[in-house]
């Protein structure tokens, strides 16, 4: 690449486009500054390529890799990596799922919303089911990354404006959101200070059980996933949040080849200048060698705040900036986007 800085966005799973579309769609892209897409590939429920243990909902993947090739974009395999929604798995492999600090699992109690169905990450059965998945996308040849969501716990704390959404007020950490009290987290984490977590007076309170649950996180990205795609030449990057001890993702341990902090400063009731703060803050954990890419809420941005928010993120040390997502992009933000990239580009 010749550009200082990378832009990506993030392409919700959309198989049933034509060829023509997307052409259209993926030059507009290119033409506004984009150098790399994120298509959702995998959900918490299905994929969009030909998995071999998944269930499939056509082969977009397939289909947008020569497209994107031809339009001169990079294409990283988006995919859901701890939730799972997929029937078979959660009525068959319930002990496959985190527990909360009242025993309750998300396999049949999931918090917040339906779909967060949580696997835990210390169980290996868990681990290969989430590595297969990296495994048969890192098989494309054309594919240069695979993109890690979902890589983490249920929120402990809800970001401030999800809050009321659900009737909460989250002032600390409830056992009802704590996870994961599973045998296996229990056992693991007695066998490596004596204490099992439930017995411990106030758990939410405690450093050490705190760190064990980022590294078992941690421990997922490192050494199940991260490895199988580099052993297939692909770059690694995740989707992670500014509130990292919410989720237990100490993402700034992760050696990764980018990563994009969800900036979505209305969840926080924050404003544009809070973007460029946190890119700072995001910047000065991470090795130099990692480069950081602000994730953008387009729905909560107007097409002339977009510009600005975009300033702030490279003026806090961002490499780039990754859109959510292309569906929520009118023509009016697709203008300012490039107005702004131009600008960049010809200040290199």
Request: negative net charge; hydrophobic residues 40%; charged residues 20%.
């Amino acid at each position: 690449m010749t550009e200082t800085h990378q832009h990506w966005t993030w392409i919700g799973m959309d198989p049933n486009t034509s060829d023509d579309e997307w052409r259209r769609l993926l030059a507009r892209l290119r033409q506004s500054g984009i150098q790399a897409i994120l298509p959702e590939v995998v959900t918490n429920s299905a994929a969009a390529y030909a998995s071999e243990h998944l269930p499939v909902r056509g082969p977009w993947l397939e289909q947008l890799l020569p497209l994107a090739a031809a339009a001169g974009l990079e294409v990283h395999a988006w995919m859901h990596a701890m939730p799972c929604n997929i029937p078979a798995v959660y009525q068959h492999h319930p002990d496959w799922y985190a527990v909360n600090g009242c025993g309750e699992s998300t396999a049949d109690k999931p918090p917040y919303v339906s779909y967060y169905r949580f696997l835990c990450p210390s169980r290996p059965e868990v681990q290969e089911f989430v590595g297969r998945r990296v495994r048969e996308l890192a098989a494309y040849s054309e594919l240069t990354g695979i993109h890690l969501d979902y890589i983490r716990f249920p929120d402990v704390i809800l970001a401030s404006a999800l809050q009321p959404r659900y009737g909460l007020v989250q002032d600390r950490e409830y056992p009802q959101f704590d996870y994961c009290y599973c045998e296996v987290c229990r056992r693991m984490f007695r066998d490596q200070t004596g204490v099992d977590p439930v017995a411990l007076e106030d758990p939410a309170q405690d450093a050490s059980w705190r760190q064990f649950r980022c590294d078992r996180i941690s421990h997922m990205v490192r050494e199940v996933l991260a490895p199988v795609a580099r052993q297939a030449g692909k770059r690694v990057t995740a989707a992670v949040f500014p509130n990292w001890w919410h989720v237990r993702q100490e993402w700034h341990t992760w050696d990764l080849d980018g990563v994009m902090p969800m900036l979505y400063h209305s969840f926080y009731n924050e404003d544009l200048d809070w973007i460029g703060s946190r890119c700072r803050e995001g910047v000065e954990r991470l090795p130099a060698a990692v480069p950081l890419y602000s994730g953008l809420f387009v729905p909560a941005l107007q097409p002339d705040q977009l510009a600005p928010a975009v300033r702030a993120s490279m003026a806090g040390g961002a490499r780039g900036v990754s859109l959510f997502a292309s569906g929520s992009m009118s023509d009016a933000h697709w203008d300012a986007f490039a107005s702004v990239n131009q600008k960049l580009t010809g200040n290199r």
